[in-house]
């Protein structure tokens, strides 16, 4: 996992040098005693990118490796938002990858999520998970959102290269919106998401569970938000 991590930021640094923004330092890096769980946070902005949020956490027992990387771009930008999620258990491996569309018309997903589908049709990462429902509005049939056998993880670690460089390619051909009404949509859209996230994400309450409430809360709305 940690592998992929750092393949990922490579591939991102390589093209959108990256600067580290502040994370609390009680939140950035947390260990609990014995090393049962820990959790690393971080943040940089970068050329049309508002944030690049990376979570990486262990625990012991029950066995859970998480890693989890968001791209916001700049809010004058229209194109959607990227997830790739790994939450990796003993058999089983719960599996996410996203261009969150900030509209979901035709046209909208026409022009940008349909790019992702060569992807997700190339690697096939299934069965599906059922999403929860507050999620639905963010996921299009170019999604991958997966409870896979972990005998698919090196194929889902592929395929989440070939999302980022598919999503690299996106925001390489991004143009600032110029329309201003259309530039508030664009802002309130991305706000939604986040606001959605960080209320209803269902990591924020297992992470709770470790670390306490008030710093899951303050991770969801000081860092990832």
Same mark, same amino acid.
């Given at each position: 996992?940690?592998?992929?991590?750092?393949?990922?930021?490579?591939?991102?640094?390589?093209? #959108?040098?990256?600067?580290?923004? +502040?994370?609390?330092?009680?939140?950035?890096?947390?260990?609990?005693?014995?090393?049962?769980?820990?959790?690393?946070?971080?943040?940089?902005?970068?050329?049309?990118?508002?944030?690049?949020?990376?979570?990486?956490? /262990?625990?012991?027992?029950? %066995?859970?490796?998480?890693?989890?990387?968001?791209?916001?771009?700049? /809010?004058?930008?229209?194109?959607? *938002?990227?997830?790739?999620? +790994?939450?990796?258990? !003993?058999? !089983?491996?719960?599996?996410?990858?996203? +261009?969150?569309?900030?509209?979901?018309?035709?046209?909208?997903?026409?022009?940008?999520?349909?790019? *992702? %589908?060569?992807?997700?049709? %190339?690697?096939?990462?299934?069965?599906? @998970? !059922?999403?929860?429902?507050?999620?639905?509005?963010?996921?299009?049939?170019?999604?991958?959102?997966?409870?896979?056998?972990? /005998?698919?993880? =090196?194929?889902?670690?592929?395929? @989440?290269?070939?999302?980022?460089?598919?999503?690299?390619?996106? *925001?390489?051909?991004?143009?600032?919106?110029?329309?201003?009404? #259309?530039?508030?949509?664009? =802002? =309130? @859209?991305?706000?939604?998401?986040?606001?959605?996230?960080?209320? !209803?994400?269902?990591?924020?309450?297992?992470?709770? %569970?470790?670390?306490?409430?008030?710093? @899951?809360?303050?991770?969801?709305?000081?860092?990832?938000?």
């Amino acid at each position: 996992m940690d592998q992929l991590k750092d393949t990922m930021l490579a591939m991102i640094q390589q093209r #959108y040098p990256l600067e580290p923004t +502040f994370v609390p330092e009680d939140l950035r890096s947390i260990r609990l005693p014995l090393g049962f769980m820990t959790l690393q946070l971080d943040n940089w902005r970068a050329s049309k990118v508002r944030k690049v949020n990376v979570m990486r956490s /262990s625990v012991k027992f029950p %066995r859970l490796e998480i890693l989890a990387l968001e791209i916001y771009p700049a /809010s004058c930008y229209d194109i959607p *938002l990227l997830a790739i999620d +790994f939450s990796c258990m !003993k058999k !089983k491996s719960f599996i996410y990858m996203n +261009f969150i569309p900030l509209f979901t018309d035709r046209p909208y997903l026409q022009r940008y999520v349909e790019r *992702l %589908r060569p992807v997700v049709s %190339r690697y096939a990462i299934g069965p599906p @998970a !059922k999403p929860k429902e507050w999620m639905q509005p963010f996921l299009t049939d170019c999604s991958i959102y997966a409870m896979a056998d972990n /005998s698919l993880l =090196a194929k889902a670690h592929a395929c @989440a290269l070939d999302c980022l460089g598919c999503y690299l390619d996106l *925001l390489d051909g991004a143009v600032p919106v110029d329309e201003p009404g #259309y530039a508030q949509q664009v =802002a =309130a @859209a991305s706000l939604q998401y986040c606001d959605q996230l960080s209320e !209803k994400d269902g990591s924020r309450k297992m992470l709770g %569970r470790f670390i306490g409430m008030d710093r @899951a809360n303050r991770i969801f709305n000081e860092v990832i938000r």
